[in-house]
């Protein structure tokens, strides 16, 4: 066992005895109330009386951290173990703060001047495999061009999103316990970059998205990324590979939306958060899902479920 396995083995114990020693100590304290009253109320006065006290006692301790560890271990469902995490963006890991806008993709067509209905047009033709994934870049990078999208535009675009609350010391926890973490996303890398902040590439072992190049401060191509839609399961088999996990269910996929329902053909298991424009009780796509509104509550769920 190396250093790292050890640490987390001990992370590990750490938080398994944080969450189960207040029931431990309510199954204690029960057991002692229950054998005063058993015992008439009374303290015992003599010897014997003292001594089937404690026994009766230690009993009810016994039976119930018993009954608590049992009700514990048969009602939880739990997961195969996992080795890595990939993680979508928009949605699972940041919001949009503009109300009824959801996507990168949505708020700069809106802030360059366009109707967001342009950019769900495109998606649609798309989505109808009208056009591929880079001419649907080629097509929006021209829209683009013609109102002159800088970086500067984009760093006020990131104004926009914000981090769930919570994210950054969850995915420190989730390091800490050895698990690898990856970021596959339908947005931009430079927004992604905005938005999270310089240590980004702290937290990620790889960060895939698409890409804006710029030359002389202008859009000269968006670079379509291969990683999305069908291409989410393709870059989870390629983690499975790489990390030389036993099984692609080593690794947990998290997303939210239609273009992250692919990545359960990996053979990865799925997690769905805070749904939008997916059915998160298809189990064929999504085997468990999940609304939070801090990271707190999803690292506790991935605790107690894949850890
Ligand atoms: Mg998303």
Redesign the pocket.
């Known amino acids: 066992m190396n250093n790292i396995e050890k640490e987390s083995l001990k992370n590990s114990l750490k938080k398994w005895f944080r969450n189960t020693s207040n029931n431990i100590i309510s199954s204690i304290i029960a057991s002692i109330v229950f054998t005063f009253l058993l015992n008439k109320a009374e303290w015992p006065t003599n010897i014997e009386k003292y001594k089937s006290f404690l026994l009766l006692g230690l009993l009810f301790i016994f039976l119930s951290v018993l009954f608590f560890l049992a009700i514990k271990i048969f009602s939880k469902k739990t997961y195969p173990k996992i080795k890595a995490i990939v993680f979508?963006?928009?949605?699972?890991l940041s919001r949009c703060n503009v109300p009824d806008l959801h996507s990168t993709w949505e708020l700069i067509w809106k802030e360059l001047g366009y109707k967001v209905s342009d950019c769900h047009n495109l998606y649609k033709k798309f989505k109808a495999k009208e056009f591929t994934h880079q001419e649907w870049c080629n097509k929006t990078c021209k829209a683009f061009q013609k109102k002159e999208i800088s970086p500067d535009k984009l760093k006020d675009i990131a104004q926009y999103f914000e981090l769930f609350d919570g994210v950054k010391d969850a995915l420190d926890n989730l390091k800490q316990d050895g698990i690898k973490l990856y970021l596959i996303s339908g947005s931009i890398v430079q927004l992604i970059q905005y938005i999270w902040g310089d240590d980004i590439y702290e937290y990620f072992d790889d960060i895939k998205a698409n890409i804006f190049r710029f030359k002389k401060g202008k859009l000269t191509k968006i670079v379509g990324t291969k990683y999305d839609f069908e291409g989410k399961a393709e870059f989870i088999r390629e983690i499975y590979r790489n990390e030389k996990l036993k099984s692609p269910g080593e690794i947990l996929f998290i997303?939210?939306?239609d273009n992250?329902e692919f990545a359960h053909k990996s053979g990865a298991q799925t997690l769905c958060v805070n749904p939008r424009l997916v059915n998160p009780h298809n189990k064929k796509i999504w085997h468990d899902s999940l609304r939070f509104t801090d990271y707190k509550e999803l690292l506790e769920f991935i605790e107690s479920k894949y850890l």
Do not use: A, E, K
Not at 88 to 92: A, I, K, Q, S, V
């Open positions: 979508d963006f928009d949605g699972t997303g939210n939306s992250d």
